[in-house]
């Protein structure tokens, strides 16, 4: 089941190949075991984490038929759903700038990946939706959170409730996607971005960058105040305590 | 130099108003027809200081206590707006500082508060502009700027990070993708680029800057000023995070 995530380690950035061709099913909630992720993610030096899809595709998102299988079984499709979340949770909760590179279809499960990051670069070619609700279902990863936080409501509302296909025009026009470019550059250029973002930074201060923007969501405004300035003495404290022994010397 | 800058003096000269000013050693504070005008008074960099804080939070005091005041105007004097904060000594005062997070605290709402104002605050931005200094500015309303104005938030070039609000407010105004590069490159930009960035709302010639600035402040409808305050609420709310 692994075989489907890749995880390699170029220059300081964790990259994750959905390997799963032609059409990258995600094949449960949970892509990749946790603690296989948070082993991957443990390393610390790490700068970043670029995701993208192997072959023509990004991803298509969950697989019906394994849907239905999981529930035929019997198994418990909650607790799958939870743990497909705790994937992506994992992932913002690393505090590292996350890219997404976007080719070809990026449907349901799979757009939901690429909305948790922060940087979307998406090849001419790359097609966007949330089919769920066409299935009797609803995005099930946090999508229905996430999508109207980056398009806003009406266009949000408009793609899960059709369910219709979303071209990248549409997509740079409200905001789903920040760059478009030709299909053979996507990654090099979505590896590159993030490569020149993050080359001079300590991983220390990339996170911190990273956690306030968080807080400033996720928290109560004077909480991410407070934890803002105490993120900011604990680094200037750091600095100092770096100056002086520099000048020591 | 061939042109001359304009004094907030030189735009109101012939003019008889009543005029109220009041000085500190790193701003001076003066009403005009209704208008106020802060201005940083440290030329040519105008260095926000541990003691530009402090008369920040006097400053602030006058200003929630200035009646029928129609708009504010956020100025520095000289060449530039001002190039952020003085880091050696910043640095030096959070070694020092016990309780370093109640002094950075108390720099933050020394500057905050122009949001939760419900008046129009007006940026006049010339010259640079980086670090806390774009942050102050990000807590006003509106941001005019000179054709060649410096931008830029290069805290983590220092191994530091932007520390009173820049990261959301940069992020709320440009998106998560273009103010993360530009945050976590430290890199500066021009005028062009702040206004494709939504950061600026509008470029103007440097000697017009703050005569433009006056003329949109008066300009402002006097009977709609009820109506912005809301709006100004609302922005604020959104900022902030709130619903």
């Given at each position: 089941?692994n075989?489907?995530?890749?995880?390699?380690?170029?220059?300081?950035?964790?990259i994750?190949?959905?390997?799963?061709?032609?059409?990258?099913?995600?094949?449960?909630?949970?892509?990749?075991?946790?603690?296989?992720?948070?082993?991957?993610?443990?390393?610390?030096?790490?700068?970043?984490?670029?995701?993208?899809?192997?072959?023509?595709?990004?991803?298509?998102?969950?697989?019906l038929?394994?849907?239905?299988?999981?529930?035929?079984?019997?198994?418990?499709?909650?607790?799958?759903?939870?743990?497909?979340?705790?994937?992506?949770?994992?992932?913002?909760?690393?505090?590292?700038?996350?890219?997404?590179?976007?080719?070809?279809?990026?449907?349901?499960?799979?757009?939901?990946?690429?909305?948790?990051?922060?940087?979307?670069?998406?090849?001419?070619?790359?097609?966007?939706?949330?089919?769920?609700?066409?299935?009797?279902?609803?995005?099930?990863?946090?999508?229905?959170?996430?999508l109207?936080?980056?398009?806003?409501?009406a266009?949000?509302?408009?793609?899960?409730?059709?369910?219709?296909?979303?071209?990248?025009e549409?997509?740079?026009?409200?905001?789903?996607?920040?760059?478009i470019?030709?299909?053979?550059?996507v990654?090099?250029?979505a590896?590159?971005?993030?490569?020149?973002?993050?080359?001079?930074?300590?991983?220390?201060?990339?996170?911190?960058?990273?956690?306030?923007?968080?807080?400033?969501t996720?928290?109560?405004?004077?909480?991410?105040?407070?934890e803002?300035?105490?993120?900011?003495?604990?680094?200037?404290?750091?600095?100092?305590?770096?100056?002086?022994?520099?000048?020591?010397? | 130099?061939s042109?001359?800058?304009?004094?907030t003096?030189?735009?109101?000269?012939?003019?008889?108003?009543?005029?109220?000013?009041?000085?500190?050693?790193?701003?001076?504070?003066?009403?005009?027809?209704?208008?106020?005008h802060?201005?940083?008074?440290?030329?040519?960099?105008?260095?926000?200081?541990?003691?530009?804080?402090?008369?920040?939070?006097?400053?602030?005091?006058?200003?929630?206590?200035?009646?029928?005041?129609?708009?504010?105007?956020?100025?520095?004097?000289?060449?530039?707006?001002?190039?952020?904060?003085?880091?050696?000594?910043?640095?030096?005062?959070?070694?020092?500082?016990?309780?370093?997070?109640?002094?950075?605290?108390?720099?933050?709402?020394?500057l905050?508060?122009?949001?939760?104002?419900?008046?129009?605050?007006?940026?006049?931005?010339?010259?640079?502009?980086?670090?806390?200094?774009?942050?102050?500015?990000?807590?006003?309303?509106?941001?005019?700027?000179?054709?060649?104005?410096?931008?830029g938030?290069?805290?983590?070039?220092?191994?530091?990070?932007?520390?009173?609000?820049?990261?959301?407010?940069f992020?709320?105004?440009?998106?998560?993708?273009?103010?993360?590069?530009?945050?976590?490159?430290?890199?500066?930009?021009?005028?062009?680029?702040?206004?494709?960035?939504?950061?600026?709302?509008?470029?103007?010639?440097?000697?017009?800057?703050?005569?433009?600035?006056?003329?949109?402040?008066?300009?402002?409808?006097?009977?709609?000023?009820?109506?912005?305050?809301?709006?100004?609420?609302?922005?604020?709310?959104?900022?902030?995070?709130?619903?």
């Amino acid at each position: 089941m692994n075989g489907r995530i890749e995880w390699e380690i170029r220059e300081e950035i964790g990259i994750i190949t959905i390997n799963n061709p032609p059409e990258n099913y995600l094949f449960e909630p949970e892509f990749v075991p946790l603690d296989v992720l948070q082993k991957w993610t443990s390393e610390k030096t790490l700068k970043g984490i670029l995701i993208y899809g192997k072959g023509k595709h990004f991803s298509a998102g969950g697989n019906l038929n394994r849907l239905f299988e999981i529930i035929a079984q019997e198994e418990n499709l909650e607790k799958k759903l939870a743990a497909g979340n705790a994937i992506i949770d994992h992932l913002v909760n690393t505090n590292l700038p996350l890219v997404a590179a976007v080719h070809g279809v990026c449907f349901g499960g799979g757009l939901e990946i690429a909305l948790a990051c922060h940087i979307r670069v998406a090849a001419e070619n790359a097609l966007f939706a949330t089919p769920e609700t066409s299935h009797g279902l609803i995005p099930g990863l946090g999508g229905t959170l996430r999508l109207p936080a980056t398009v806003g409501q009406a266009n949000a509302l408009q793609m899960i409730l059709s369910g219709d296909m979303i071209s990248t025009e549409e997509a740079l026009m409200m905001g789903l996607i920040d760059v478009i470019l030709p299909r053979k550059e996507v990654f090099g250029h979505a590896f590159n971005l993030l490569h020149s973002m993050i080359k001079n930074l300590e991983p220390g201060i990339i996170k911190s960058v990273i956690k306030v923007l968080k807080n400033s969501t996720s928290m109560p405004s004077e909480q991410a105040i407070a934890e803002e300035t105490k993120i900011f003495c604990e680094l200037a404290r750091k600095e100092y305590s770096r100056r002086l022994s520099e000048s020591e010397i | 130099m061939s042109w001359r800058e304009k004094s907030t003096a030189d735009v109101y000269q012939n003019q008889k108003y009543n005029v109220l000013t009041r000085s500190y050693h790193t701003l001076e504070w003066s009403v005009m027809d209704r208008i106020g005008h802060l201005v940083m008074t440290q030329p040519p960099s105008n260095k926000m200081t541990v003691e530009f804080f402090r008369d920040m939070n006097l400053v602030k005091k006058i200003i929630l206590g200035t009646p029928d005041l129609k708009a504010i105007i956020l100025s520095g004097k000289g060449r530039h707006f001002s190039s952020g904060a003085d880091l050696d000594e910043l640095l030096l005062k959070i070694n020092q500082h016990a309780e370093a997070e109640t002094f950075l605290q108390s720099n933050y709402t020394s500057l905050s508060y122009f949001e939760t104002l419900q008046l129009p605050v007006i940026s006049a931005i010339r010259g640079v502009c980086l670090g806390s200094a774009m942050e102050l500015a990000l807590f006003t309303n509106y941001r005019f700027c000179g054709e060649d104005t410096v931008f830029g938030l290069p805290e983590t070039t220092f191994n530091l990070i932007p520390g009173i609000g820049g990261i959301r407010r940069f992020v709320n105004l440009s998106g998560k993708a273009r103010a993360l590069d530009y945050i976590l490159t430290g890199r500066t930009f021009n005028s062009e680029t702040a206004l494709d960035l939504g950061i600026v709302d509008m470029i103007l010639p440097k000697r017009e800057l703050l005569s433009q600035a006056v003329d949109f402040a008066k300009w402002l409808p006097e009977r709609y000023l009820p109506v912005m305050r809301r709006v100004y609420l609302e922005r604020y709310k959104k900022v902030r995070g709130e619903r």
